[in-house]
């Protein structure tokens, strides 16, 4: 179907071209951009023609100025076809305008102005047009068909690439791969770390930013761990200048650095705190150092200081892509995951059931139940037995969370978290063995006991919200965050209950209705399911943030 409909048209389209109407009225070629006539094939030669431009970076809305020019003064050309494409893929973009009467503006597909050819079949040995730069363009480069005769023709006589100085995520998944942290967001805001990477004819052409005055690097890996991968490198030293080079990782050490000047064509900007370097590579993946015999990688993203000199330091923040990408298609979705590894997502759900079951149920058990006779258990009461059981369950669960994060801290940007964490482990250390030594029921000085041990649970409890809520804006990078949120809810949830719960216990002080537990015990069953809820629903979106 598709075939028949182009053969259709490109008949069309070169009969228009040469034979019939040689005033370069070609819109059914723009697909193509071939005048292929009964068997014609392009010359196989290098063209005798190139495309220069005037400027080899563009803002949206600057104005480029694209000759077609013959090499020698005995090339000419009667007939031709230019279009703006984007680097790694076949779309076409910006608009054109001219003032050369040898040349006119089509329009290709639904794109208005998005073509220029030829007015007239006169021999021509430059013609210039203007092309206008779109928002949330990503690399461009112009193509064109060049003619002297209806079965005499060049195809694909290419510009250099012409870098977009602002960098776009618009054509992410469809012209480039991209990988950023957080998801889908765009090197336009100031906390998008960022990459992409799109084939072009001379190499890929790689662009990253992030917000750090020191580097940005990305590196191509067999596996996701570092070590034995290809690194290009972003870095600005003390006197500002940004350097791009290209490295080797031989360990989990600064990479050695090997030939820089494979990079060119190098774009870069260190403007309100954010880093930004594209270039162009000569060497393609399968120059890479790491002989792995396939072209899929795993990609890495990071960024973090550098010295004075620009040699870089350990990252703080990092991207690894949650599968290899095949980097010489650009039809690669777009993924990324935080790099954050499965141990931190442990020690993060340990934390969660820890603090949103049984650390939650056991004080609230502690405060509300106290009073309820019930039959003891074990020789103490009942409500006690279900306390200790649970706060010993959870002292336990904290201390292995805790142990976790410390065998294996990859990516962690720290913060706060760690702090609130370290000082939340001491004060529920402390929480038992202080029990332990607790005075008789019936002692005088019981109740400083009681008060101190309340206090520390109360302030053990605050620490833990802030330190839950931390470490779970560390981990989520769903774009809209909703695990805080979610965990907001929960805390609301649990407000609630302490609220019931606290006006149940004072009108019964106040001998206001009788003494059962009734009330206690629907409200706690209720109070459960919900926190049973609000886990899973946490515990789904860190299994996602693997
Ligand atoms: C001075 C430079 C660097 C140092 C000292 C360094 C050090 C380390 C260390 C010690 C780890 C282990 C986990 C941790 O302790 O956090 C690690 C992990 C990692 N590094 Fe680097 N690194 C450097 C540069 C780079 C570069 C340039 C890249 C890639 C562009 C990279 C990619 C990674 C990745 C993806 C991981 C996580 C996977 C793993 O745990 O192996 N690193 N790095
Ligand atoms: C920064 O890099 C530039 C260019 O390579 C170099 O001329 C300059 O001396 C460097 N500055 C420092 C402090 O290393």
């Not at 609230?364 to 200790?388: E, T």
Request: charged share 10%.
């Amino acid at each position: 179907m598709e075939i028949h409909k182009t053969i259709l048209i490109c008949v069309a389209g070169c009969l228009s071209v040469v034979v019939g109407w040689p005033n370069g009225k070609i819109s059914a070629s723009c697909d193509n951009m071939l005048p292929i006539h009964g068997g014609s094939v392009p010359q196989s030669s290098p063209a005798p023609y190139i495309i220069t431009v005037s400027n080899t970076t563009f803002n949206p809305g600057d104005i480029i100025t694209v000759s077609l020019q013959s090499k020698s003064s005995s090339d000419a050309y009667k007939g031709f076809l230019i279009q703006a494409h984007l680097v790694g893929g076949d779309g076409i973009t910006g608009i054109f305008t001219t003032s050369d009467s040898n040349a006119q503006i089509l329009t290709c597909g639904t794109q208005p102005n998005s073509a220029v050819s030829h007015t007239n079949s006169n021999l021509k040995k430059t013609i210039t047009a203007f092309w206008t730069a779109p928002q949330g363009a990503g690399p461009v480069h112009f193509r064109a068909t060049v003619l002297t005769s209806y079965s005499h023709f060049w195809s694909g006589v290419e510009s250099e690439v012409i870098q977009a100085l602002q960098m776009s995520n618009a054509t992410c998944g469809s012209q480039k791969f991209c990988l950023m942290n957080p998801l889908n967001c765009s090197p336009r805001d100031n906390t998008c770390l960022f990459m992409s990477s799109s084939p072009s004819t001379n190499g890929y052409v790689y662009e990253m930013s992030g917000p750090t005055s020191g580097y940005v690097a990305i590196g191509f890996s067999d596996d996701q761990k570092m070590g034995n991968d290809d690194v290009f490198i972003c870095t600005k030293n003390s006197s500002g200048n940004i350097l791009v080079q290209h490295g080797y990782n031989t360990g989990t050490v600064a990479p050695t650095m090997r030939n820089v000047s494979s990079a060119g064509s190098i774009v870069s900007s260190y403007k309100n705190g954010v880093l930004k370097c594209s270039f162009i590579t000569s060497s393609n993946s399968s120059t890479l150092q790491r002989a792995s015999g396939s072209s899929s990688y795993y990609v890495f993203l990071v960024s973090g200081p550098s010295n004075a000199d620009g040699k870089i330091q350990k990252h703080t923040k990092m991207v690894i892509s949650s599968h290899k990408v095949d980097l010489s298609t650009t039809t690669s979705v777009t993924t990324s995951n935080s790099g954050t590894s499965s141990v931190v997502l442990g020690h993060g759900s340990l934390m969660l059931i820890a603090w949103m079951t049984t650390g939650s149920i056991g004080m609230i058990m502690a405060r509300y139940m106290k009073s309820a006779a019930g039959k003891p258990f074990l020789g103490k009461a009942a409500w006690f037995q279900v306390h200790f059981f649970l706060m010993i369950l959870t002292v336990i669960l904290t201390i292995i969370a805790f142990i976790m994060v410390f065998v294996n801290v990859a990516g962690w940007s720290g913060g706060v978290h760690p702090v609130l964490g370290c000082i939340v482990m001491i004060l529920s250390f402390f929480q038992p063995f202080a029990a332990l030594f607790r005075p008789d029921p019936k002692h005088e000085r019981r109740f400083i006991f009681n008060f101190g041990h309340g206090i520390n649970a109360f302030v053990i409890k605050v620490l833990a919200v802030a330190a839950i809520f931390l470490g779970l804006i560390l981990v989520d990078i769903s774009p809209n965050q909703w695990m805080p949120k979610v965990m907001g809810g929960f805390y609301a949830w649990e407000v609630l209950f302490y609220i019931i719960l606290e006006t149940n216990m004072h009108l019964k002080t106040k001998d206001i209705y009788k003494n059962d537990y009734k009330i206690e015990i629907v409200a706690l069953a209720i109070f459960i399911c919900g926190n049973l809820a609000f886990l899973v629903a946490l515990l789904v979106g860190i299994g996602q943030s693997a």
